[in-house]
């Protein structure tokens, strides 16, 4: 199966750690998006890449988070300096250019737990 | 993008038809409607989108209101593995970000 891939699949850290999580999105998929979930919510948007350019960010990424996707492939997201309210599923999805709606697939997710 | 409005939950019975609704009554004219799940512990799927018209595949089925301020998603004979959080999304064509509200958790009861 070729669908997104996300690790890890949870994470446990300390407050004030870094992490960094990492997404493979589907073969050829020019976009790839991520969105964080908490408990009982749906996700919510936090950026969108195309190729590797960075091209719109939420002001939910505080200056804390990075997101990169080098050569435009796989993507990752480091949180600095984590705080327990960074406690929250983080979704990666990607899509292609290709057709008119623009289907998002979307990764298993990673958990974050930030004691 | 426009303001949906679900139920935060529904019932139905395995087998039966499972009707979720949805209200948007904002949207404007060159947007359109989506469906996702998420089923536990995954991450969400698309389901199936429409503009005006009633649309099926394998999935779902869709029915729009003419005045496009409501739609149906319908899930003709429900099985257990269809319990999840169905979501309704208004988004415009090309844009990139989805903007998921609460959703409705489906459960399927045998």
């Known amino acids: 199966d070729t669908g997104v891939s996300q690790n890890p699949r949870h994470k446990i850290t300390k407050r004030g750690q870094n992490v960094t999580f990492r997404c493979d999105p589907i073969s050829e998929h020019n976009r790839l998006y991520w969105y964080r979930q908490t408990l009982g919510q749906g996700p919510e948007f936090l950026t969108y890449f195309q190729n590797e350019a960075q091209l719109e960010k939420s002001r939910l990424l505080s200056d804390r988070f990075s997101a990169e996707r080098p050569k435009g492939s796989f993507s990752t997201l480091e949180i600095q300096r984590t705080e327990q309210g960074d406690s929250a599923m983080y979704l990666c999805?990607?899509?292609?250019?290709?057709?008119?709606?623009?289907?998002?697939?979307f990764g298993p997710g990673t958990r974050l737990t930030v004691l | 993008d426009a303001k949906t409005t679900q139920p935060p939950s529904m019932d139905c019975a395995e087998g039966r038809a499972a009707n979720l609704p949805c209200n948007h009554s904002t949207i404007s004219g060159n947007e359109y409607v989506y469906w996702y799940r998420q089923i536990h512990s995954q991450g969400p799927q698309y389901i199936i989108h429409?503009?005006?018209n009633n649309e099926t595949n394998e999935m779902a089925s869709l029915i729009i209101t003419e005045d496009r301020k409501s739609s149906t998603l319908i899930l003709p004979h429900a099985t257990l593995r269809d319990t999840a959080v169905y979501y309704c999304i208004v988004r415009y064509q090309g844009a990139q970000k989805l903007v998921f509200g609460q959703g409705t958790r489906l459960t399927i009861n045998p």
């Open positions: 429409g503009l005006k």
């Open positions: 999805a990607s899509s292609s250019r290709e057709g008119s709606y623009n289907e998002q697939f």
